[in-house]
């Protein structure tokens, strides 16, 4: 089977300066596929995010690659043919759902504009039913009376589920989820995720899940790539990338998760400074095992096992 | 016997939110009547989701928000009826760690301003012995010393949290409240804090109130344990027992709904939680629970011991 989402080359940075802030970025995810993406702040999982919809927060640009979503090349649309692809192929979740709802639009209100959009044949009667149909799915109950209240009526883990309403009611094959359960409480996390386990079995929904959440990861993902300094350093299926991190910085992000009330410290943590990427290997400086080559050569990101794509001198 | 650090006894705190611009009020009772102590050297976690009253128990464990009922005492001394001078001394001996690093350091002071400040006034006004006491503390909180002329900007998320605590022990204090010292980090950055914060309690002879949402947090820093639902204090159990004991029923849903990245597969496979949070006359985790019995719906049970390592408040535990 193709794959259903391609990413190739992509590159994304300042717009003032050329910065890359997202470099070369390649992978591809298969239909009903959850893909997670690992990273610490700053290192631009959440651009990666954004750009598979072609949105880019103030002040950042698009530089160079290509992002395939069903075979369609979203970057050589014109903007206007974008509308078709946005909401209907593709749509996002993001982290706090209070801010991304409107606070003086009712949630039909809301749900009902996407439906406009990209169901204008649709009758109002019709609308109401898909409306009160999909809040159901999302496991709301009373569907009814939710679709008349306010955001700031509901609780994070019902404003979440709308929020997954919201970006499911263009039917859309992929769904881009930057960290949705970073805001709520763990009682709640598992509920949305279950959720989102759910359509991605039933539906076939194809996921690309951004978090930093270790745990979260694990319970959700299929394959996972982790990113560093705005590139994927390690890409494996996820028992794999748990149970047998090839990457330094891989290893170094799981040893130092606590277990047992045990964990190991990275003494070398430092924030990257994106704009002064060493020459080389980005990761030389916080290295365990530094060797000569990195330090004037960038290494490529290869599959060393079946799957198993990393990118380190130590595996060439 | 030494007197418990901080003891708080019965304390019940209800907020009073305006709504309509004043027109109308609303009541959100955050504390019901919450009991716990602290001893020299011990460190108290408590769990619980976000609007469950955790934080409001660290404003009153530091004296910031005034419980309207029950007592707050510092090391024997009641806040009820403490004098300026008791207090003057007394005041410096209980600091905070908050969440947000970006937040809570004074954008405009050098950080050398930061951390002179709290010593200048509580401990003496000799700016010399200050700097040298910042140097120290900046060298056991792994920082350089170079950072005294930077500003809060300079400096990273970890950097930030260090100067924070720093500060906090530039007044030679012994109760530290923490509150979510580490859920604005990343894991890498997070593991060192811990460890930090693990060093700094032995060294300087600390005890901690860790507030936190995150099971692994509190799991390795607190000897004890206490469940924070809806206000009660549903349970508290030692670090050593945990594992073996059986818990409170909310207590067993977190446990649940912690997602251990390194548990074997076949564990993964769903959860289901059910819920509907409002609260009725009777036990406040009523609507959630599953074992629950007549009794339940009457009144809420208080904390009861049913070991020395453990207390907890349900009927049917």
Redesign the interface.
């Known amino acids: 089977m193709n794959p259903f989402l391609v990413v190739k080359d992509l590159t994304l940075g300042l717009t003032y300066k050329r910065v890359p802030l997202v470099e070369k970025v390649s992978f591809e995810v298969k239909k009903g596929e959850v893909l997670g993406v690992l990273g ?2 700053g290192c631009g999982k959440t651009l990666t995010g954004f750009s598979l919809l072609r949105l880019f927060p103030p002040g950042i640009s698009y530089y160079s690659g290509e992002v395939w979503i069903d075979e369609i090349p979203l970057y050589s649309l014109k903007e206007k043919e974008l509308y078709q692809i946005r909401g209907k192929k593709v749509a996002i979740i993001l982290q706090d759902p209070l801010s991304s709802l409107n606070p003086v639009l009712s949630v039909k209100e809301q749900l009902e504009e996407v439906f406009k959009a990209h169901r204008p044949e649709l009758t109002k009667k019709e609308r109401f039913e898909k409306m009160v149909d999909l809040l159901r799915e999302v496991g709301i109950s009373d569907p009814e009376i939710r679709l008349k209240s306010y955001p700031h009526q509901l ?3 019902l404003r979440q589920r709308i929020m997954i309403a919201i970006a499911l009611a263009g039917d859309p094959e992929i769904l881009v989820a930057d960290e949705p359960t970073t805001a ?8 949305v ?2 959720l989102l ?1 759910r359509l991605n079995r039933e539906r076939g929904l194809t996921i690309v899940f951004i978090s ?8 959700i993902a299929h394959r996972v790539a982790v990113f560093y300094a705005g590139e994927i350093v390690e890409l494996a299926p996820v ?1 794999r990338l ?2 047998t991190p090839l990457h330094p910085y891989t290893q ?3 040893n ?4 047992e ?7 070398k ?3 990257v400074e994106l704009s002064k990427k060493p020459e080389g290997c980005y990761y030389q400086l916080r290295c365990d095992h530094p060797c000569d080559k990195a330090k004037s050569y960038h290494p490529q990101l290869l599959e060393v096992a079946s799957q198993h794509w990393v990118r380190c001198f130590r595996y060439e | 016997m030494n007197k418990p650090v901080l003891e708080v006894k019965n304390i019940w705190k209800t907020y009073h939110v305006k709504v309509l611009g004043g027109l109308k009020t609303y009541e959100v009772v955050a504390l019901r009547g919450v009991s716990l102590k602290i001893e020299k050297g011990e460190v108290l976690g408590i769990l619980g989701e976000s609007g469950c009253g955790k934080s409001t128990l660290g404003k009153i464990a530091l004296g910031l928000e005034i419980p309207d009922e029950g007592e707050v005492f510092w090391f024997g001394n009641s806040l009820k009826n403490l004098d300026r001078k008791t207090c003057k001394t007394l005041r410096p001996k209980v600091q905070a760690v908050l969440q947000d690093p970006y937040s809570s350091l004074n954008p405009r002071y050098k950080i050398k301003e930061v951390l002179l400040e709290p010593y200048l006034i509580n401990v003496s006004p000799d700016k010399k012995e200050g700097l040298s006491k910042a140097q120290e503390l900046l060298n056991q909180v792994g920082l350089d010393t170079s950072v005294l002329e930077k500003y809060p900007h300079e400096l990273s998320g970890g950097q930030r949290q260090r100067i924070a605590l720093a500060r906090a022990l530039m007044v030679n204090p012994e109760l530290l409240v923490l509150d979510e010292p580490t859920s604005a980090l990343d894991v890498t950055i997070q593991a060192q804090i811990l460890e930090l914060m693990k060093t700094l309690k032995e060294r300087y002879q600390l005890s901690y109130l860790l507030i936190s949402h995150s099971l692994p947090v509190v799991f390795y820093l607190a000897d004890w344990i206490g469940v924070i639902y809806l206000g009660t204090l549903v349970e508290l159990c030692h670090k050593s027992s945990f594992k073996r004991l059986n818990h409170h029923p909310y207590t067993e849903l977190l446990i649940r709904s912690y997602l251990d990245p390194f548990a074997p597969s076949q564990i993964f496979s769903e959860i289901e939680i059910e819920l509907n949070p409002p609260i009725s006359d009777g036990c406040v985790f009523l609507d959630r629970c599953p074992v629950k019995t007549k009794d339940c719906y009457k009144t809420n049970p208080s904390l009861v011991k049913k070991t020395d390592l453990q207390y907890i408040a349900c009927f049917n535990i």
């Open positions: 610490e702040s609780s994070g883990g709520i409480d763990p009682t709640l996390q598992i509920q995720l279950n386990k930093h959440d270790l745990g979260v990861i694990r319970w028992e748990f149970f170094a992000l799981i130092s998760y606590p277990k009330g045990k964990f190991k410290v990275d003494l943590v430092g924030v």
